[in-house]
């Protein structure tokens, strides 16, 4: 089993009001998950990324957090208070450029000796594109045809230095990238940083197929897991690649309890916590796309059809047809008799894996055996100490059975997730 620790704070399931919140952009934050995750044996520490402050009515979303620093400065430092945990780091392909980011990816694996990676995501709402010099569009249909060539770039300017420390010129000339030179830094203690991918569609999957080591997605159930597992692995083939070439890593959350009834009890306060009466107006927002304000948090959800592309929201992505994410809550609350609130609380903040630690160890593990997942990546709901009690009582039931590392076996990243060293292509 492969384990990863994603930092809170950047979703709206992170419970701030909890007291025992913290700073989500102070440095002792990023150093306790990352030394709990260390402490852990976990494969690598996962930050995510926000390029613009996402809107909603207008105004700056309730639910977003001002103060993202650059993931990649923040790993950078993390590399000198760890010793052998990775280091993820969320880079959009989409407003970067392949020269720039793969010498800074390079000299993070450096300063780590061999734990970088990169979780490769791609943009093309003009919302978030006003910030960059390009004016604010990418076709829709043309981010991940700029990712694939991105990743490939990157990769060449990896490879322009021989394994034994010989600079070679690079030229490389395609329909995304033109570019020529010398590449600065040497090739790194794994060869090249792990690659990761975020994304469920189908493209999203046949990019992972053909590029990634990691895929960063999400599926509730075991039998969904399993689904997308032989979907995705089953792709590998036609790029000449074996299933173990790619670790496939769901985000999920855990909340334990003494008891199983104890962990439900304080599974549902959390989703109380995290669906407020201001939230769950705000959430319902996205769905309906129009100003809700008026509306009882507590009383039934709107009669009213969705309106689409009405630019209420801006920033966030909706997952899945309005009118179906209605009907289908619609359904749910009469159901089930649920309010407004209670109907986003019931279909927005669902913890993935709730029980005592044995539950969860034995859950997690089934996972694994049945094929639905190749490890997973921890989201916690508290900054930055949700990680503590599973590093204490789920991962020595883990290490106790054999499915989890009780030390780390090599000091690279590629070593801890299984994955070979990429063969030198100069």
């Known amino acids: 089993m492969h384990l990863a620790a994603h930092f809170p704070g950047v979703n709206a399931t992170t419970v701030w009001a909890d007291p025992r919140s913290r700073s989500q952009i102070d440095f002792s934050s990023f150093e306790h998950l990352a030394r709990t995750a260390e402490r852990g044996k976990f494969d690598f520490f996962f930050l995510a990324e926000g390029l613009r402050l996402r809107e909603h009515n207008g105004r700056i979303h309730d639910l977003d957090v001002v103060g993202r620093p650059e993931s990649l400065t923040v790993l950078n430092a993390l590399a000198a208070v760890t010793e052998r945990l990775g280091l993820a780091a969320t880079v959009n392909a989409t407003f970067n450029e392949p020269y720039e980011l793969a010498r800074r990816l390079a000299t993070l694996d450096h300063l ?40 490939a770039t990157a990769r060449e300017l990896w490879d322009s230095w021989t394994p034994d420390g010989t600079s070679r010129p690079f030229a490389h000339e395609g329909e995304q990238f033109t570019i020529s030179g010398e590449f600065t830094v040497p090739r790194s203690p794994q060869g090249h940083p792990v690659v990761i991918q975020a994304g469920d569609s189908d493209e999203g999957r046949e990019f992972a197929a053909s590029a990634a080591d990691v895929i960063f997605t999400r599926h509730g159930t075991l039998d969904a897991g399993r689904v997308f597992y032989a979907d995705v692995k089953a792709r590998l083939a036609a790029y000449g690649r ?115 630690p044995r539950t969860v160890a034995a859950e997690l593990t089934a996972f694994v055996d049945e094929r639905a997942a190749d490890g997973f990546i921890l989201v916690p709901h508290l900054t930055p100490g949700g990680l503590d009690d599973f590093v204490d009582r789920v991962v020595p039931l883990l290490q106790e059975s054999g499915a989890f590392r009780s030390e780390y076996s090599g000091s690279t990243l590629r070593s801890h997730l299984g994955l070979a060293e990429p063969v030198w292509k100069g």
């Open 112 to 151: 780590s000796e061999g734990r970088a990676a990169w979780n490769v995501v791609t943009s093309s709402d003009a919302f978030t594109g006003e910030n960059f010099r390009r004016g604010g569009y990418l076709d829709r249909a043309d981010r991940y045809t700029r990712a694939a060539e991105f990743v």
């Open 242 to 356: 074996a299933p173990d070439d790619l670790r496939i890593m769901p985000g999920v959350t855990v909340v334990l309890g003494d008891t199983d009834a104890e962990a439900q009890e304080h599974a549902y306060e959390i989703r109380r916590q995290q669906v407020s009466p201001q939230n769950a107006i705000l959430a319902a927002e996205q769905v309906w796309g129009a100003d809700l304000s008026a509306y009882d948090p507590d009383g039934p959800l709107p009669e009213v059809d969705p309106v689409v592309d009405s630019g209420l929201v801006k920033g966030r992505v909706l997952h899945g047809d309005p009118f179906a994410v209605a009907a289908r809550w619609r359904a749910i609350s009469e159901a089930k008799g649920l309010s407004l609130r209670q109907t986003v609380i019931e279909t927005t903040t669902r913890q993935s894996f709730i029980g005592s």
